[in-house]
């Protein structure tokens, strides 16, 4: 369901994170199972759309930092165990092209997105959160595009996209934050919060141990 997809996306971002703060792909990003089969969800428009193209974003980071040469490999790790991101110092005509392919499938997974909002008003809420997600991953992928742009890196094209990520980034960490419940007593009081929630269960398609072959 929708709230599912969307507990997902927001535990691939988790990963995201860890991976670039020193944790290696197979154990964060690829650690989810529609990673590694995007074609298992490709009946999930938004699902798949934003899993492909968080596995571009994963090729262009590394590509990126590998370009750079800035990091030590205990602060980034760079190999990518045979995974789907490519082992290159350079973009593949194939990765190019993978790009263009992701950016359309992001643009028609909105599309879906703002269609169901509008089917099912109920839900328009979630469906906007997963826009949001959606938007924030085309934005990233094209800020990073543009820095890695063959002919000459165009930086102030870059940083605009940056800049719109970096404010959908915390648009959705305020949506987080946001209480879930609250309540009053009686008419005119003070509202008061209502009981804490219980942890978020993992949600499906991770499996920790999936690629312990590949750590070996």
């Known amino acids: 369901n929708a709230r599912e997809r969307l507990a997902v996306v927001d535990r691939l971002m988790q990963m995201e994170m860890t991976w670039h703060t020193g944790g290696s792909l ?10 590694l089969k995007p ?97 924030l991953r085309k934005e990233l ?11 000459a890196p165009d930086l102030d094209k870059a940083a605009r996209h940056f800049s719109k990520a970096l404010a959908m980034a915390d648009e959705t960490a305020a949506e987080e934050a946001a209480p879930r419940g609250v309540g009053s007593s009686a008419a005119g009081e003070e509202e008061t919060p209502g009981p804490a929630p219980a942890p978020p269960a993992e949600p499906p398609g991770f499996d920790a141990s999936v690629n312990r072959h590949l750590m070996a």
């Open 26 to 35: 197979a154990n964060t990003v690829f650690s989810c199972l529609y990673m």
């Open 39 to 135: 074609e298992r969800i490709a009946h999930d428009l938004c699902l798949h759309a934003y899993c492909k193209a968080l596995a571009h974003t994963c090729t262009l980071v590394r590509v990126l930092v590998m370009q750079g040469n800035v990091v030590e490999e205990e602060d980034f790790m760079v190999h990518a165990f045979g995974l789907p991101t490519g082992e290159g110092l350079t973009l593949s005509v194939e990765q190019k092209a993978d790009g263009v392919s992701c950016l359309a499938a992001l643009n028609k997974a909105l599309e879906h997105c703002e269609d169901a909002g509008r089917q099912a008003p109920q839900e328009q809420e979630v469906w906007a959160m997963m826009a949001r997600r959606l938007r």
């Open 141 to 151: 992928m094209q800020g990073l595009s543009s820095v890695l742009r063959s002919e």
